[in-house]
């Protein structure tokens, strides 16, 4: 498997640069930069910075996902679902993590708060036009490829 570098910067002090869980994990952790211990209370969320900015790859996103641990165990997963960290963007890392828990939940300070995936990307010209190519399947969504 090869590798590509990633430019990142610590911004503060005490944050943690991005690390593998495994040798094969597809995204790095992402972790807490904060000086105090942070109380989600239920459907609350609050933005959690990283201390750190990077330089994604031109053609690549930084897509930040929910670590399944945190979202079993707390029920804290990013708010929008899936992050995106462009190439031009040269801010914090920050992670908007929401409370879908019925109590309240902490973070730490150097808890590991969300997983980023670095993916490729199609860069994509839209082209109007008056009709579209058919297809068995048509204009059903929503369900209607199945029968249950």
């Keep these: 498997m090869s590798k590509i570098n990633v430019n990142f910067k610590k911004l503060k002090e005490n944050a943690t640069k991005p690390t593998y869980g495994s040798a094969f994990a597809a995204g790095a952790d992402l972790y ?4 105090e211990p942070i109380t989600i209370e239920p459907q609350q969320t ?6 750190i900015a990077m330089e994604v790859p031109v053609g690549y996103a930084g897509l930040i996902y929910a670590r399944s641990g945190l979202a079993s165990k707390k029920g804290l997963a990013p708010a929008n679902k899936v992050g995106v960290v462009d190439a031009d963007y040269r801010g914090e ?9 019925n109590k309240a939940a902490s973070i730490e300070c150097g808890e590991r708060i969300a997983q980023m995936v670095i993916a490729p990307f199609l860069a994509i010209n839209y082209v109007e036009t008056d009709s579209l190519s058919e297809t068995a399947r048509g204009e059903g969504g929503f369900g209607s490829t199945g029968t249950k």
Excluded: K, Q, R, Y
């Design 46 to 51: 609050i933005l959690i910075p990283t201390g």
């Design 32 to 35: 807490a930069c904060i000086d």
């Design 93 to 101: 890392v920050m992670v908007a993590l929401h409370n879908h828990s």
